[in-house]
């Protein structure tokens, strides 16, 4: 039963996560946290943070975790099988109509991306807000030592264009350093 | 423009190699894509590459897997598609499967996990970053009402944990109701 369940939660995260691995954090939290308790909260955003550093997709990523963790290889196996499956139905009919005839179908996809767009903007948004707390809320209270670096973190890659990668390396060394400082120091 | 041809496994073994060193997500594959097979081997032209990018983006799934079904389409039909889609997972799966089993050992350790917090105060920061740049583009657009309806998006997935498939449902039949 619990490969059927894999198999149609990540079917659904497939078939609805639009606009990018960003906007798939709060459709994957969803099913895999709130809906099955699959995975914590904690295990989530670490799951995000890996995703962030390892090639590959974010629901790729998060559906392999998952599948290992429910259901060992084979699990990681269906997940990652039933996030592509109706990619691979939409996109080479798609692809069908790109090739052989340029129909109708490009105009209303337009039309539905176009509609869709505040929609992603906003998932894209929850999946900062969740972060954010998870990154800077300590004991229901602000940690001014993380907001801080979140601050500055926010500041470079915004006016100096810092590389992502950069930023993430940056941090979680530095946040380990000061926090050493720190326990050293009381 | 030159005819080339690609066998199956030669599509499986860019998928595969593509996939296992592109960082950052599906728009940075497209540009890897973009560098291979227009700029080296020039198998597409740079349209093609553009229509294979809009469509990626668009569709539902992870964009760099849709991606890759379409230029595997594009260089082999169908069984181009399947072959390119499992290149295109096997390095994540891979990588991931590894450091799920590390993960599992390693996250009780107060360094890995203080490390770890380090980590996640720059994703918040990346994503934050990104949230400012799509309002940036959103009030450049000067649509007020796009505002407004991704506030009400959002409000309807914190405040009133709607669906997300239902608010995708809604705003794409506004997306067809609506005049651009």
């Known amino acids: ?186 | 423009m030159k005819k080339k041809e690609m066998s199956l496994f030669q599509i499986f073994l860019s998928a595969l190699k593509l996939s296992s060193i592109t960082f950052g997500g599906g728009f940075v594959m497209i540009g890897m894509m973009e560098r291979k097979f227009v700029q080296e081997t020039e198998i597409l032209r740079s349209e093609e590459m553009m229509d294979i990018a809009a469509i990626a983006q668009s569709a539902p799934g992870a964009v760099a897997v849709n991606a890759w079904i379409l230029l595997g389409y594009r260089l082999a039909g169908l069984p181009g598609s399947l072959i390119a889609t499992l290149g295109a997972v096997l390095p994540p799966l891979f990588i991931i499967g590894v450091l799920s089993l590390i993960y599992q050992q390693f996250i009780t350790s107060p360094v890995v996990a203080t490390i770890m917090k380090g980590l996640q105060i720059g994703v918040a920061a990346i994503i934050v970053d990104l949230v400012l740049t799509l309002i940036q583009a959103i009030a450049g657009d000067s649509r007020p009402i796009d505002f407004l309806l991704a506030f009400a998006a959002l409000i309807a997935l914190l405040q009133f944990n709607v669906p997300i498939y239902m608010i995708i449902l809604i705003y794409a039949a506004l997306g067809l109701w609506r005049k651009k």
């Open chain 1, 1 to 186: 039963m619990i490969f059927l369940k894999l198999f149609f939660s990540f079917i659904q995260i497939g078939l609805f996560s639009v606009g990018g691995g960003y906007a798939a954090i709060p459709l994957i939290k969803e099913q895999v946290v709130n809906l099955h308790g699959w995975l914590t909260v904690k295990e989530f955003y670490d799951i995000v943070t890996i995703a962030e550093m390892t090639p590959g997709p974010m629901a790729i990523n998060a559906a392999t975790f998952v599948g290992i963790k429910i259901a060992g290889i084979p699990g990681a196996f269906l997940a990652t099988f039933s996030t592509v499956l109706p990619s691979i139905f939409i996109v080479t009919a798609l692809a069908s109509l790109l090739y052989h005839k340029r129909g109708p179908a490009v105009g209303y996809m337009e039309r539905v991306l176009y509609g869709i767009r505040p929609a992603v903007v906003a998932m894209i948004s929850s999946a900062a807000l969740g972060l954010m707390k998870i990154a800077l809320i300590e004991d229901a209270s602000i940690d001014f030592l993380e907001l801080g670096l979140f601050l500055l973190a926010v500041y470079v890659l915004r006016k100096k264009k810092a590389s992502p990668m950069v930023i993430l390396v940056v941090s979680g060394f530095a946040f380990f350093v000061l926090q050493s400082v720190l326990t050293f120091a009381q």
